[in-house]
């Protein structure tokens, strides 16, 4: 028997886990109401929200929570559908996309993919679906 190993995935991929290094079970996540934003663990521990989507299973876009203004962490409102960063109002979308400065650049997005109960987490370098163009972390 080989247990599953949690970071050689060919592209990247790390499993999510949660703020005490613990795997995240997708069931866990998928028991929340629908539109719930999950904060896990990402790539190099970056927290990353995880979206509960209407048909019952995660959004493939990840949004890394890191306000691309400096760097600050942000709570995502549900009343007002947006994440909204407390250290100088910058607000974004659901998809991360930018609504009100000072930032200037989408959110970052990570790719997630779902297999046999477990949370995929890898680098998202294709073209950035909300600008059309090369993502500007790549
Ligand atoms: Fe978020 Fe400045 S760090 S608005």
């Known amino acids: 028997f080989v247990p599953p190993k949690e970071s ?4 990247g991929a790390i499993l999510a886990k949660d703020k005490l290094g613990h795997v995240i079970p997708a069931s866990q996540i998928l028991s929340e109401p629908v539109g719930t934003r999950a904060l896990i ?26 306000c691309t203004h400096l760097g600050c962490t942000f709570p995502w409102n549900g009343r007002d559908e947006q994440f909204q960063c407390p250290c100088h109002g910058s607000r974004y979308s ?11 650049r989408p959110l970052k ?7 046999d109960n477990r949370i995929w ?15 500007w972390w790549v």
């Open 8 to 11: 050689d995935s060919s592209d």
């Open 41 to 66: 663990a990402g790539l190099a521990g970056e927290p990353t929200y995880l979206t509960v989507k209407a048909n019952g299973t995660l959004d493939d876009r990840g949004i890394v929570n890191n």
């Open 94 to 104: 659901p998809d991360g996309s930018v609504v009100r400065g000072p930032a200037d």
């Open 109 to 115: 997005l990570v790719r997630v993919r779902v297999e």
């Open 121 to 135: 987490i890898a680098p998202w370098t294709d073209i950035d679906p909300r600008t059309g163009a090369k993502p």
